[in-house]
Nanobody
Framework: QVQLVESGGGLVQAGGSLRLSCAAS????????MGWFRQAPGKEREFVAA????????YYADSVKGRFTISRDNAKNTVYLQMNSLKPEDTAVYYC??????????????WGQGTQVTVSS
């Protein structure tokens, strides 16, 4: 069992930056691949970024490639999403997720409660 808690969301102007954190409790955090997803009002949850258990392999949606960076610190049981050059279309609730298998679709076993990111134009 893994419990996930996101933080770091907020309101930012277009072009600004935010860093999301996702703290995991439970055992064997390093046994899980981690992903970030987002869901805007009226839209389906979509993949943003993911990394493997060690953080050495990362994957990004085309819409965020070059602007967002996923990383993890297994000693701190935390995964991060650094978001730069934010755009209004990045506005959404952002969720972190954990699973034994890395995927780019939202079928992860464990989910956080989400954190709101709002980008004003």
């Amino acid at each position: 069992q893994v419990q996930l808690v996101e933080s770091g969301g907020g309101l930012v102007q277009a072009g600004g930056s935010l860093r999301l954190s996702c703290a995991a409790s439970g055992r064997a955090f390093s046994s899980y691949a981690m992903g970030w997803f987002r869901q805007a009002p009226g839209k389906e949850r979509e993949f943003v970024a993911a990394c493997n258990r060690s953080g050495t392999s990362t994957y990004y949606a085309d819409s965020v490639k070059g602007r967002f960076t996923i990383s993890r610190d297994n000693a701190k049981n935390t995964v991060y999403l650094q978001m730069n050059s934010l755009k209004p279309e990045d506005t959404a609730v952002y969720y972190c997720a954990a699973d034994r298998t890395l995927r780019t679709w939202p079928t992860y076993d464990y989910w956080g409660q989400g954190t709101q990111v709002t980008v004003s134009s």
